[in-house]
Antibody, heavy 117, light 107 residues
Framework: QVQLVQSGAEVKKPGASVKVSCKAS????????MHWVRQAPGQGLEWMGW????????NYAQKFQGWVTMTRDTSISTAYMELSRLTSDDTAVYYC??????????WGQGTLVTVSS | DIQMTQSPSSLSASVGDRVTITCRAS??????LAWFQQKPGKAPKSLIY???SLQSGVPSKFSGSGSGTDFTLTISSLQPEDFATYYC?????????FGGGTQVEIK
């Protein structure tokens, strides 16, 4: 069955960077775009962008352009999302989601990133 | 950006009730509309795509309808496991945007 397994919780200081991983299994990794969505505590869902695991091409939400980087390693079927220059506003759960024709089919379990001095 | 407005923001219902949640887009999105269910501390679960198509494994008590700007999610007979927060999302154009959520609580 399809599984998206994300890396564990992180605690970072303001100004630092964080890199979250999403390991895929149960399907052809390069066949589906991977999106990243975040959710601040008690808040709604916010789309960050996607990566095409086949080509490495990306599309970021304008809000995140210049400080998010999405990459992938096809040899281990893993997608990554790196966010730099962290502030307390970036404290959130970060999810990866497998997309098919634009809609999400599967979600990772989420990774809590806490930014605190 | 396309704004997605859900109503109500919360509702109280009893087991067995029929529940309807509305999602309105600020501009036409054809049928590029998805619905998700999220329980506390858990990842969202995909329920419906293309406004009315059920994801694999989702029970038929969930149904979606609409096109253009107005959409609905209906739960035909609410069960204890259905108490959760529900979100709509448009995937017609970037940036993808979500509704603010509807929390379904036990009456």
């Amino acid at each position: 069955q399809v599984q998206l397994v994300q890396s564990g919780a992180e605690v970072k200081k303001p100004g630092a960077s964080v890199k979250v991983s999403c390991k895929a299994s149960g399907y052809t990794f390069t066949g589906y775009y991977m999106h990243w969505v975040r959710q601040a505590p008690g808040q709604g869902l916010e789309w960050m962008g996607w990566i095409n695991p086949n080509s490495g091409g990306t599309n970021y939400a304008q809000k995140f352009q210049g400080w998010v980087t999405m990459t992938r390693d096809t040899s281990i079927s893993t997608a990554y999302m790196e966010l730099s220059r962290l502030t307390s506003d970036d404290t959130a759960v970060y999810y990866c989601a497998r997309a098919y024709s634009g809609y999400y089919v599967d979600w990772g379990q989420g990774t809590l990133v806490t930014v605190s001095s | 950006d396309i704004q997605m407005t859900q109503s109500p923001s919360s509702l109280s219902a009893s087991v067995g009730d029929r529940v309807t949640i509305t999602c309105r887009a600020s501009q036409g999105i054809s049928n590029y509309l998805a619905w998700f269910q999220q329980k506390p501390g858990k990842a969202p679960k995909s329920l419906i795509y293309a406004a009315s198509s059920l994801q694999s494994g989702v029970p038929s008590k969930f149904s979606g309808s609409g096109s253009g700007t107005d959409f609905t999610l209906t739960i035909s007979s609410l069960q204890p496991e259905d108490f959760a927060t529900y979100y709509c999302q448009q995937y017609n154009s970037y940036p993808l945007t979500f509704g603010g959520g509807t929390q379904v609580e036990i009456k």
